[in-house]
């Protein structure tokens, strides 16, 4: 068999694989160039000082020189791994200002997906080439972990939070997604496919599926929980006025700030809402948890994202966002593929 047929590494299908994989090389490399050094140095000396008579050898009392380099190489060694890959690292977690924004929710056993736009997929994600895409990831339920190979992510999911990630893809095709957390016993089988397509291609794909956007459901969902009674945006409101407020800073009832009105903030305020009352409030909202599902709390967060100014549905407002087709009124139920 030739070299070049064993597949030592997956493919490289992103624009961060070849850092992460020069680091992995070097790492190799350097582990490999020491123990063949100290392996022959072994050998040799086993060698050289194999006993041959009864008297003692002089020993050794130390030399400076030598132990500094023994040390002072290493050292030497170990940081420019630890620098190298630090940067490697907040690259990879830093998402670019303007990637695309997509939505997945682990659950046992499978992976769901969600598009700005309103197209969801299940086990698949279609992304485009060439531009960066930026996931958030939930869970409805135990630990999971997004694992990507032919891009070099990985990310766990966590139930109870919101965590990140983001690639690039380089070519178009099919990727192996996998979960890389034990999570059950399917946990073997929630796998999955990145489709990488060429940007047009991928505008088709989202205009063919496209269906209500992520905040049109939120829309219905804040009316159809009642959110809107006392998120009602005007003065005599019970609850805070959400308009225009995602990512601004909010005060809170005990004087604490919170920095930014982010989408962790949102989460645990629907969640948990006496933990953050803000101030001014009383903390009289219920909570929604077991009402609400992680993919509902996403739709709510990009409805609250979008909601400008003088938006907020009226309270007598019927709980469907209007329609031309009533048909398209009900979310349509989840293709199974
Ligand atoms: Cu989900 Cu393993």
Same mark, same amino acid.
């Given at each position: ?20 994989? +020069? ?33 003692? =050898?002089? &020993? ?36 670019? /200002?303007? %990637? ?7 659950? /046992? ?5 969600? +598009? ?10 279609h ?10 990831? #939930? ?19 966590? &139930?109870?939070?919101?965590? +990140? ?14 979960? %890389? ?5 399917e ?27 992520? #905040?049109?459901r939120?829309?219905?969902?804040f009316?159809?929980?009642q ?9 005599? #409101?019970? %609850? ?18 919170? @920095? ?13 809402? =006496? ?32 909601l ?17 087709d009533?048909?398209?009124?009900? =979310?349509? @139920?989840?293709?199974?593929?």
């Amino acid at each position: 068999m030739l070299m070049a047929d064993v597949a030592l590494f997956p493919e490289q299908a992103s624009t961060i694989a070849p850092s992460v994989d +020069h680091i992995y090389c070097f790492i190799i490399g350097t582990t490999v160039a020491v123990s063949s050094v100290v392996a022959i140095l072994v050998i040799y000396f086993a060698i050289k000082y194999r006993r041959r008579s009864e008297a003692p =050898p002089k &020993p050794i009392v130390g030399s400076l020189l030598l132990e500094s380099l023994w040390s002072g190489i290493p050292l030497l060694i170990v940081l420019v791994m630890f620098v190298w890959a630090a940067r490697v690292y907040f690259e990879i977690v830093t998402p670019p /200002q303007d %990637a695309i924004d997509v939505f997945v929710v682990g659950r /046992q056993w499978m992976w769901t997906v969600q +598009h700005r736009d309103g197209q969801r997929e299940k086990n698949e994600m279609h992304v485009p080439v060439g531009k960066p895409v930026k996931i958030t990831l #939930a869970s409805e339920d135990v630990i999971h972990s997004f694992f990507v190979p032919d891009f070099r992510v990985k990310q766990d999911a966590v &139930p109870g939070r919101y965590t +990140h990630m983001w690639f690039e893809a380089t070519k178009p095709g099919r990727y192996r997604l996998y979960c %890389a957390e034990y999570c059950g016993t399917e946990h073997s089988k929630m796998i999955g496919w990145i489709v990488v397509q060429d940007p047009a291609e991928h505008e088709e794909w989202l205009s063919s599926r496209a269906d209500l956007s992520m #905040a049109q459901r939120g829309r219905q969902l804040f009316l159809r929980f009642q959110c809107v009674t006392c998120h009602s945006g005007d003065s005599q #409101a019970k %609850a805070p006025n959400l308009e225009g407020l995602y990512n601004r800073p909010v005060r809170l009832r005990d004087g604490t700030d919170v @920095p930014a009105a982010n989408d962790d903030y949102f989460r645990e305020s629907i969640l948990n809402p =006496p933990a953050k009352v803000v101030a001014g409030y009383e903390p009289i909202m219920p909570t929604y948890q077991g009402i609400v599902t992680e993919e509902e709390l996403l739709q709510l967060v990009a409805f609250i994202r979008a909601l400008r100014p003088g938006e907020t549905p009226p309270r007598n407002e019927q709980s469907t966002a209007p329609q031309s087709d009533p048909k398209a009124r009900e =979310p349509k @139920p989840f293709q199974q593929k």
